[in-house]
């Protein structure tokens, strides 16, 4: 009996000093889907500031880059020289067919003027009479076509020069001097920074029937933590497929354009279809 209580004891001093279990481990929370609540009267999207005007810039011509007047970064204005392509072939052309129509220019002017000496074989007297008109009038044709061929050659000659459309700033040049320019190929980017606006990016073909010109949208910048009123002024005729959605691209012009809005921040826009 005396044993017996010993073993007791000492099983209970064993269970006293066991460690307690560790505790199951906890699963992984699972990722909360993000889902849009909006009213009836709403429709509300995802968007990014975009310029109002940007532009990707290629010759017509394939030749060697001669020269780039500017840089990324750069304001220009429209009309403005940016890249010329070296093109000696065009431009001897451009300046023989000048010289070609101011010689059969001069040759017209002189035929318009230009009189026939006429003697009188019984009395010696000398008269002078003008051309007939018919010599001045082909002579004038020549001149007329030699005109036309210069044309042709300043328009061909103007093929080696890219100019600024519009005011505004250069994003991109992916061409240096002496590259092998392509036909088509992209060698400059400009883009209006002074003009952005509002473009969406995953505005459902399921709302797009409520979205109407002229709607007011209220558009919130996350990165300056600001709400700015705007109007929808234009909906893409064809729709985008990202990510496996249909999508049409809608544009918000903004009320005002706040200090720090950059291209490329993101927004969130509630268009107010009521």
Same mark, same amino acid.
């Given at each position: 009996?005396k044993?017996?209580?010993?073993?007791?004891? @000492?099983?209970?001093?064993l269970t006293?000093?066991?460690?307690?279990? %560790?505790? *199951? $481990?906890t699963? &992984? !929370?699972e990722? +909360? @889907?993000?889902?849009r609540?909006?009213s009836?009267d709403t429709?509300? %999207?995802? *968007? $990014?500031?975009? &310029? !109002?005007?940007i +532009?990707n810039?290629?010759?017509?011509?394939s030749?060697?880059v001669?020269?780039?007047?500017?840089?990324e970064?750069?304001l220009?204005?429209a009309?403005?020289?940016?890249?010329?392509l070296?093109?000696?072939?065009l431009e001897?052309?451009?300046?023989?067919?000048?010289?070609d129509f101011n010689?059969?220019?001069?040759a017209?002017?002189?035929?318009?003027?230009d009189?026939?000496?006429?003697?009188?074989?019984?009395?010696?007297?000398?008269?002078?009479y003008?051309?007939?008109r018919e010599v001045?009038?082909?002579?004038l044709?020549?001149?007329?076509q030699?005109?036309?061929k210069?044309?042709t050659a300043?328009?061909?000659?103007?093929?080696?020069?890219?100019?600024a459309?519009?005011?505004?700033?250069v994003?991109?040049?992916?061409?240096?001097?002496?590259?092998?320019v392509?036909v088509?190929?992209?060698?400059?980017?400009?883009?209006?920074?002074?003009?952005?606006q509002i473009?969406t990016t995953d505005?459902?073909e399921?709302?797009?029937?409520r979205?109407?010109?002229?709607?007011?949208?209220d558009?919130y910048?996350?990165?300056l933590?600001?709400?700015?009123?705007?109007?929808?002024t234009r909906i893409?005729?064809k729709?985008?497929?990202i990510?496996g959605?249909v999508?049409f691209?809608?544009?918000?012009t903004l009320?005002?354009i706040?200090d720090?809005?950059?291209?490329?921040?993101s927004?969130?826009i509630?268009i107010?279809?009521?």
């Open positions: 009996m044993r017996t209580l010993l073993l007791l004891a @000492a099983l209970l001093l006293a000093c066991a460690s307690p279990a %560790a505790p *199951a $481990e699963a &992984p !929370a990722p +909360v @889907a993000t889902i609540v909006q009836p429709v509300v %999207a995802s *968007a $990014e500031v975009e &310029p !109002a005007q +532009v810039l290629g010759f017509t011509i030749a060697l001669k020269e780039i007047s500017i840089n970064g750069d220009v204005e009309g403005q020289p940016l890249i010329v070296d093109t000696p072939d001897f052309a451009a300046i023989s067919a000048e010289e010689a059969r220019a001069l017209a002017e002189l035929q318009r003027q009189k026939v000496k006429y003697v009188n074989p019984e009395s010696g007297k000398v008269s002078w003008p051309l007939p001045y009038l082909k002579a044709s020549i001149a007329d030699a005109r036309a210069w044309d300043e328009a061909n000659l103007a093929q080696n020069t890219i100019y459309p519009f005011d505004g700033t994003i991109d040049v992916s061409v240096i001097p002496g590259e092998l392509q088509n190929q992209v060698v400059i980017t400009i883009a209006n920074l002074n003009s952005l473009t505005l459902s399921r709302d797009i029937d979205v109407k010109i002229g709607q007011n949208v558009v910048l996350e990165a933590d600001v709400t700015i009123a705007g109007k929808v893409a005729p729709s985008e497929t990510g959605d999508v691209p809608v544009t918000i009320d005002k706040p720090g809005l950059l291209w490329g921040m927004a969130e509630e107010q279809t009521k």
